[in-house]
């Protein structure tokens, strides 16, 4: 009888181990690649995850907090947590956030140098599924040793946006593609009582879209590049940059207010508003523009900075920033999950285009001109005709940008003149290079 009983405790303790370890063979099974509880298949049946984004487009931050819900809504346990940096230095603040052991999962990259300076912390993207849909021209920013490290934004042109309703109220026709035609447009705007420009030498604009300009317009703008890094080639004596100062001075004399003391956000309400006919800007601000006046009938003409047509009918086009994840994020497939809902998904297609008003990066994105605005669609015009020149202030040493904007703002003031400016450019450069 004692055998019997025995036996029978020996049976049920083997059947509650063998119980035991199944179920921890069950929880390690759902373990997902990061340590989280969720479908070993890398579904989304995820629980208590939390990417950390950190944006530097400021144009669409209500947008992307309703992407928040609706991404959240269609994920059950992920949360998104979306910090923008607005009012500072984007490349400073992104620093700050890794020293202080608050690396964000995902975070935006300019490329070329800027991608070359964080290339140890970017993850090889090279074979997500939205890879092979990213057009040519938005690949070689962020593309090394055949890699890809980055996902595009988007696609974004810039010149002079100007209000067609005002044009043709002062009796303007046609669109200027010189300095002189632009003299004259300017005169016909004063003389029906229209300012010409409302302009800002705050933040960003000048020293980064401005002084690309120039460089944009150098025969070949790698080379020139190359030539100011060993310093071979100057500002002061490089002609393109000399009429590149008319244009600034003809802007600065025809402002409808004080650009050194008119912040971003000001300038665009000026213009909105109709207190003025043209701003130095880019298709970005076209959601800025739709919450303060959706009735406006807009466009986008080059920048002339001399009487050479040839030159000065392009506009300035380029990817802004790319998407890029942290490598070493613990959440990293999560993230990697999320850029490709952004652009694979109806939902994430449809923020693109709609809610963000974006120029898609992407073949296999469309998006229809009246959707995102008439000036995406009219950089959309000029991308076709191919009349574009680049962005280079990716391939600029890191850090020079906002010494640019230090300067051109001098220069706005009248603190310096146009040779010092040149001359405060170079020593900038020659600074950080």
């Not at 593609?177 to 000048?206: H, M």
């Not at 300009?213 to 000399?242: K, L, S, Y």
Request: hydrophobic share 40%; charged share 20%.
């Amino acid at each position: 009888m004692k055998r019997i009983k025995s036996t029978l405790m020996l049976m049920l303790l083997v059947l509650v181990v063998i119980a035991g370890c199944s179920q921890n063979n069950s929880s390690a099974g759902n373990k997902g690649a990061n340590g989280v509880s969720g479908d070993s298949s890398g579904g989304n049946n995820k629980e208590n995850i939390t990417l950390k984004i950190f944006n530097a487009k400021t144009e669409i931050v209500d947008q992307l907090n309703e992407l928040k819900q609706d991404y959240e809504q269609e994920h059950p346990g992920v949360k998104l947590q979306i910090d923008t940096v607005i009012g500072t230095d984007y490349a400073s603040a992104l620093k700050g956030r890794f020293a202080g052991n608050e690396m964000p999962d995902i975070f935006v990259n300019t490329g070329y140098t800027e991608m070359e300076t964080w290339i140890d912390h970017l993850e090889d993207l090279s074979n997500e599924p939205w890879a092979q849909n990213v057009v040519e021209i938005a690949r070689e920013p962020i593309t090394k040793d055949g890699l890809l490290y980055g996902m595009p934004m988007n696609l974004e042109g810039y010149g002079f946006i100007y209000n067609k309703d005002l044009f043709e109220q002062a009796g303007i026709k046609e669109i200027p593609n010189t300095i002189t035609e632009l003299k004259a447009v300017i005169q016909k705007l004063e003389e029906s009582g229209i300012k010409a420009f409302a302009t800002s030498y705050q933040g960003i604009i000048p020293g980064r879209f401005g002084v690309n300009v120039p460089f944009a317009m150098q025969g070949d703008p790698v080379q020139f590049i190359r030539e100011i890094n060993d310093g071979t080639m100057n500002f002061v004596d490089n002609p393109i940059f000399r009429d590149w100062l008319d244009l600034i001075d003809l802007e600065l004399n025809h402002s409808v207010q004080n650009p050194m003391t008119t912040d971003y956000n000001t300038q665009v309400t000026l213009f909105s508003s109709g207190d003025a006919a043209i701003i130095f800007n880019g298709n970005w601000i076209q959601p800025m523009l739709n919450n303060l006046n959706d009735k406006m009938n807009l466009g986008i003409m080059p920048v002339p900075i001399n009487d050479d047509v040839k030159l000065n009918d392009h506009i300035y086009v380029g990817v802004p920033n790319f998407w890029v994840v942290n490598k070493n994020s613990e959440v990293k497939d999560q993230a990697k999950e999320f850029l490709n809902w952004l652009v694979t998904s109806e939902t994430g297609q449809r923020y693109i285009t709609d809610e963000f008003k974006f120029i898609p990066a992407f073949n296999n994105i469309e998006a229809d001109s009246e959707i995102i605005g008439d000036l995406a669609a009219a950089v959309q015009s000029y991308v076709m005709e191919g009349k574009t020149y680049g962005w280079h202030w990716p391939r600029y040493p890191v850090g020079v940008v906002p010494e640019f904007g230090s300067a051109m703002q001098k220069y706005s003031s009248g603190y310096l003149d146009r040779d010092q400016l040149l001359i405060e450019l170079k020593s900038a450069w020659d600074k950080f290079k």
